[in-house]
T-cell receptor, first 115, second 112 residues
């Protein structure tokens, strides 16, 4: 079975500072992928970044980067230069196994950016 | 470009009443489609997914059902709503072997 753990229910960060949101995962399948989604108060889930288990380099998308530590089974999201618009819920998700259709989501972290 | 629509955006229904939520995708063909539910302050729970017309897989046994009458249409239904059915319902799609799921705006359901 697959499992995602996000241990930080809430985080605060000063505007323009960097912040790391933690995510650990558990799967026995060697082929898997990790996603981060942002959910603002409107409710829509917005895809941010993806890391495959066989990717050699950490994924980056603009101000978002994924700190992938395979041996520790962690996939932390780093947001650089935080903006007020970054205030939202952030979810880590995992798919595992070729042909798998299911994403397993963590419980999320609420990020609040302080002016 | 692809877009995904859900309606209604919000819904208040009494216990025991029927439910029909609709999701449509534009700008693509033969997508994989998904229904998720998010309880207040929680993560997402996969309810159903479909890889083609008439093909529905259920992840969680409950009083909800799903149907896919057309390639880009996915419907979530219930004959009799329970209080525990309240939540935020999200539809998502992927293409082929891609695992990246794109979500619709969601429907907020309150069962009273």
């Amino acid at each position: 079975a697959q499992k995602i753990t996000q241990t930080q229910p809430g985080m605060f960060v000063q505007e323009k500072e960097a912040v790391t949101l933690d995510c650990t995962y558990d799967t026995s399948d060697p082929s898997y992928g990790l996603f981060w989604y942002k959910q603002p108060s409107s409710g829509e889930m917005i895809f941010l970044i993806y890391q495959g288990s066989y990717d050699q380099q950490n994924a980056t998308e603009g101000r978002y980067s994924l700190n992938f530590q395979k041996a520790r089974k962690s996939a932390n999201l780093v947001i650089s230069a935080s903006q007020l618009g970054d205030s939202a819920m952030y979810f880590c998700a995992l798919y595992a196994g070729a042909g798998s259709y299911q994403l397993t989501f963590g419980k999320g972290t609420k990020l609040s950016v302080i002016p | 470009s692809q877009t995904i629509h859900q309606w209604p955006a919000t819904l208040v229904q009494p216990v025991g009443s029927p439910l029909s939520l609709e999701c449509t995708v534009e700008g693509t063909s033969n997508p994989n489609l998904y229904w998720y539910r998010q309880a207040a302050g929680r993560g997402l729970q996969l309810l159903f997914y479909s890889v083609g017309i008439g093909q529905i897989s259920s992840e969680v046994p409950q009083n909800l059902s799903a149907s896919r009458p057309q390639d880009r249409q996915f419907i979530l239904s219930s004959k009799k709503l329970l209080l525990s059915d309240s939540g935020f319902y999200l539809c998502a799609w992927t293409l082929g072997s891609s695992y990246e799921q794109y979500f619709g705006p969601g429907t907020r359901l309150t069962v009273t």
